[in-house]
């Protein structure tokens, strides 16, 4: 599909006055501007404007609206769905706008709409400051932010959006607007997880936690052994403090120094133990599961923000994922689990992955459109490949494993976790009763529903 091409005179108005840079089709960066993290999507926007102020962005989109072009906004370009881009509409692109200021002694950091949480974890670590982010360092703060935002340090802190005190929103009409507990406090509420269904966050301010070190650690057995390897993570959690987090997982193991050369490039059981503290008590604390001879490990005592670079993958790959909420993990749905994991895309960085529940997260604020924040576990194949012809497969494989843990599923799901998968999903990621007061939200700030790529709450 060829790209919707503006007339000069149109993309001049725009460019007259804008801090940034407007890249069109046939630009010589078009085609890495229209690039996202998902190699699936492949998507043709007419213009891309590249800001580096809340003006630039506010006349973005009063130039968007004038023209009738639909709007996209890109932070991280994280989304699975491919919604930070569009065909033949205009882009908000943030990536400009990433710095990030802290203030130690408040112990906050202002973050730009833009920002990574590579920008935020590396700016907070000189101070031994940190606060939830998502489990890679490539993940945009603001959608993890106002999607809710799970990471590794949620059952200690909460979740990311338990920790927000203030953002600052242009709307579609190019209105800036501030939001925080004594201004716009309703629109307050709904950035707690209602994601960019409101304007474009070109500011957030987050409260932050001492983090001096934290301790991981990755444990692998062979495949075979995941039964037992679930069971005793799943045992381990219910007794472990808040301070520890981590996941227990299927995936490929990576030719690194402590992978035996025969589980290289083999599918493996894999245990991850995050703590917030020193190597020794978290020996300590892991001895259940060292009992179980992991024939590859690695416990190592690091920087928050190197933990947070410890699964990335690199870009360039097809991408599918999804998610389930779990009230319990039984016997059957741990062997259920297992059987699934035969069906995975291997040798590939695809992971199917058991994160736990708890701690800080479980009892954080009732009032919050997060209705699946009290979840025990969630069930997520994160599916990640090279080959189109594998696009089917991967897509059934993810489905599987969701059909597979229904009979333990709360309903409520984690929508940054997921792509398009229907209305349905949309409301049992808000709930109900939160998606009609949503709705009124979403009327007063985006009546004309210009923000709808997203999982998407239309006006009331």
């Known amino acids: 599909m060829a790209p919707r091409v503006l007339d000069d005179t149109a993309l001049d108005a725009l460019r007259s006055g804008f801090d940034g840079e407007v890249v069109t089709p046939g630009d010589p960066v078009y085609d890495e501007n229209r690039t996202v993290f998902n190699a699936m999507i492949d998507r043709r926007p007419a213009v891309?404007?590249?800001?580096?102020?809340?003006?630039?962005?506010?006349?973005?989109?009063?130039?968007?609206?004038?023209?009738?072009?639909?709007?996209?906004?890109?932070?991280?370009?994280?989304?699975?769905a491919g919604n930070a881009l569009n065909d033949g509409g205009l882009v908000v692109d943030l990536r400009r706008m990433h710095a990030v200021v802290v203030d130690p002694r408040a112990r906050t950091a202002r973050v730009g709409g833009g920002a990574l949480m590579t920008h935020l974890d590396r700016a907070t670590q000189p101070y031994d400051l940190a606060t939830t982010g998502g489990r890679v360092s490539t993940t945009g703060v603001g959608g993890l932010a106002?999607?809710?935002?799970?990471?590794?340090?949620?059952?200690?802190?909460?979740?990311?959006?338990?920790s927000l005190e203030e953002v600052e929103l242009v709307t579609a009409d190019g209105t800036m607007v501030r939001a925080a507990q004594d201004e716009n406090p309703e629109l307050f509420w709904a950035l707690h997880g209602g994601g960019g269904n409101f304007g474009v966050?070109?500011?957030?301010?987050?409260?932050?936690?001492?983090?001096?070190?934290?301790?991981?650690?990755?444990?692998?057995?062979?495949?075979?052994?995941?039964?037992?390897?679930?069971?005793?993570?799943?045992?381990?959690?219910?007794?472990?403090?808040?301070?520890?987090?981590?996941?227990?997982?299927?995936?490929?193991?990576?030719?690194?120094?402590?992978?035996?050369p025969h589980m290289a490039g083999a599918l493996v059981a894999a245990a991850l133990v995050t703590y917030i503290g020193q190597e020794e008590p978290a020996r300590e604390l892991i001895a259940p599961l060292l009992s179980l001879s992991p024939e590859g490990s690695m416990i190592a005592e690091l920087p928050y923000a190197e933990l947070q670079c410890l699964l990335d993958n690199p870009p360039g790959y097809r991408n599918y994922?999804?998610?389930?909420?779990?009230?319990?993990?039984?016997?059957?749905?741990?062997?259920?689990?297992?059987?699934r994991s035969r069906a995975m895309v291997v040798p590939s960085p695809s992971q199917q992955v058991l994160f736990p529940g708890g701690g800080a997260m479980a009892h954080g604020p009732d009032d919050y459109p997060l209705p699946w924040r009290r979840a025990a576990w969630v069930a997520h194949p994160f599916g990640l490949w090279e080959s189109p012809a594998d696009d089917g497969r991967a897509r059934q494989w993810a489905h599987d494993v969701r059909e597979d843990m229904k009979p333990w599923s709360i309903g409520a799901v984690y929508l940054n976790f997921i792509g398009d998968e229907g209305?349905?999903?949309?409301?049992?990621?808000?709930?109900?009763?939160?998606?009609?007061?949503?709705?009124?939200?979403?009327?007063?700030?985006?009546?004309?529903?210009?923000?709808?790529?997203?999982?998407?709450?239309?006006?009331?």
């Not at 990471?151 to 909460?158: H, M, P």
């Not at 709705?439 to 997203?454: H, I, Q, S, W």
């Open 48 to 80: 891309v404007a590249l800001c580096e102020s809340s003006g630039d962005v506010a006349s973005a989109l009063r130039f968007a609206g004038e023209r009738g072009l639909e709007v996209a906004v890109r932070g991280g370009g994280h989304s699975v």
């Open 146 to 162: 106002l999607g809710g935002g799970s990471g590794w340090l949620e059952r200690r802190f909460g979740l990311a959006c338990d």
């Open 201 to 260: 966050a070109t500011s957030l301010t987050l409260r932050l936690h001492q983090v001096p070190r934290m301790t991981a650690a990755l444990l692998l057995w062979p495949s075979a052994a995941g039964p037992e390897v679930v069971r005793a993570y799943r045992d381990f959690m219910e007794s472990a403090p808040p301070e520890v987090g981590g996941a227990v997982l299927y995936a490929t193991a990576p030719p690194e120094d402590f992978v035996p």
């Open 321 to 339: 994922w999804s998610a389930e909420y779990l009230s319990a993990l039984p016997d059957e749905a741990v062997e259920r689990f297992y059987a």
């Open 423 to 460: 209305e349905g999903r949309v409301i049992a990621g808000f709930g109900a009763h939160n998606l009609s007061r949503l709705a009124r939200v979403k009327t007063e700030y985006d009546p004309g529903n210009v923000f709808r790529l997203n999982h998407n709450i239309e006006p009331g």
